[in-house]
């Protein structure tokens, strides 16, 4: 979905190919399924619909449509995710406790709102105030495919729960593994710049773009594979603090990891939970569900290290941004195969990767006005920069300057490590 805002038909044609794919994704699942919320980092699908609805009703029906009358008022109060400065909102823990309004009412909210947008974007208040209009609503539906691939890592963890590990549904394709040969690329350093640039959409956390110096330094070729994981597993990599960050170490004593995310043995085999059901563990997939601390105790044990997100960048900059993302209904890392151009493989879609800059704002950064200001910008401060996207993600939110970001201990998220090192002088 490639955003045009030139005429009022493609946006009404992108606000309903983004919205369409939201209730494509919950199309596979039972009724019940709608409400649990297994931790409180996970949301309902319910409430996914709903918040994505919500935000066209508050931040444009409401803003702009002289006329409008909302949906229920009650849902201001229900599914505001975090605008402190719109009002009170229901804590995020007691999101799957929300029996009513019932899914049926959630997707009736959806078509009123859906219809009343329409009837807006073919109205004078968008001609009279197309560039406003338009600047928040690709907001909103950026905001939506974010939580498109949050209703596929959270169905992912909800679904995890059941002992006898239900399929979600089957990938649409399957990939055959091809030879690989890892590397580590050198990259010039140097005065080079970073952040977003152009016309495409981006959010206020990629801007503005500006100068970066790096020490030249070498990106690997590939992504960490389960099985380079499992040797790190298997020399004690969980039982050797020496690897890991102090907080990493006492966050592998409380709750006890000896693997990533959805790894368990049966009959002494590694097997993984997928949104296809169980598998055995693939060798040759990149290893995913690793939080920053697993991916930063791997680079420790490796001898290399995690690359900065300015070394990210640059290394791609240039490279064509195809790869296994949500589009291809795989929702699952793939062994290295698909139809890609080095010298860096597998850098886009699979995994996010992790790296090793924190979350902060770029040097002369703006933020949204008003409460879109809470977007972003408030989240600056104890989480990790990832990149690249990830099975999960549609090709088409991504570009090649998109900032992730989440507290190094998270894990449900399909993460996975690219490694970096420095050039001896």
Not at 15 to 34: G, M
Not at 137 to 165: A, C, M, R, V
Not at 381 to 400: D, E, I, P, Y
Request: glycine share 6%; proline share 6%.
């Amino acid at each position: 979905m490639k955003i045009d805002t030139t005429k009022t038909n493609n946006m009404l044609e992108s606000y309903r190919t983004v919205r369409a794919f939201s209730e494509q994704l919950v199309q596979p699942l039972n009724l019940e399924d709608f409400n649990i919320q297994s931790m409180e980092d996970a949301s309902p699908p319910k409430w996914h619909l709903a918040h994505t609805t919500w935000f066209y009703e508050k931040f444009i029906l409401k803003a702009f449509g002289d006329d409008y009358k909302g949906f229920n008022d009650q849902f201001d109060y229900l599914f505001n995710s975090y605008y402190e400065t719109i009002g009170p909102f229901h804590p995020r823990i007691q999101r799957g406790m929300i029996t009513r309004p019932s899914v049926e009412e959630v997707l009736e909210y959806r078509r009123h709102v859906d219809l009343h947008m329409a009837d807006l974007l073919a109205s004078s208040v968008f001609e009279d105030k197309k560039e406003e209009l338009v600047s928040v609503l690709e907001i909103g539906l950026h905001h939506e495919q974010q939580h498109q691939e949050l209703l596929l890592t959270d169905i992912k963890h909800n679904l995890s729960q059941n002992p006898f590990l239900p399929s979600y549904r089957e990938p649409l394709t399957k990939n055959i593994p091809a030879p690989r040969t890892t590397s580590f690329v050198p990259v010039e350093g140097g005065l080079i710049e970073i952040g977003h640039s152009g016309e495409v959409f981006c959010f206020d956390n990629e801007t503005p773009l500006h100068k970066v110096w790096l020490e030249p330094y070498k990106l690997c070729s590939h992504l960490v594979t389960n099985k380079e994981y499992l040797a790190f597993m298997n020399d004690g990599g969980y039982k050797k603090p020496q690897y890991w960050l102090s907080d990493g170490w006492n966050t592998v004593c409380k709750y006890q990891w000896e693997s990533p995310l959805y790894w368990f043995k049966r009959d002494e085999e590694w097997h993984v939970y997928t949104l296809g059901g169980e598998k055995m563990l693939d060798p040759q997939e990149p290893v995913c569900h690793v939080s920053y601390f697993e991916a930063d105790a791997y680079a420790r044990w490796a001898g290399k290290r995690l690359p900065t997100e300015q070394e990210w960048e640059h290394a791609l900059a240039g490279q064509e941004t195809n790869g296994n993302f949500a589009d291809n209904g795989n929702y699952h890392p793939v062994p290295f195969g698909l139809k890609e151009a080095g010298p860096f493989y597998q850098a886009f879609g699979d995994v996010w990767e992790w790296t090793k800059s924190p979350y902060i704002s770029y040097p002369g950064n703006k933020p949204y006005d008003g409460a879109l200001g809470e977007y972003n910008a408030k989240f600056m401060c104890n989480q990790m920069v990832l990149r690249g996207g990830s099975c999960a993600t549609s090709s088409s939110h991504f570009r090649l300057s998109y900032r992730n970001f989440f507290q190094p201990e998270k894990r449900w998220q399909f993460s996975g490590i690219r490694l970096a090192e420095d050039v001896k002088k």
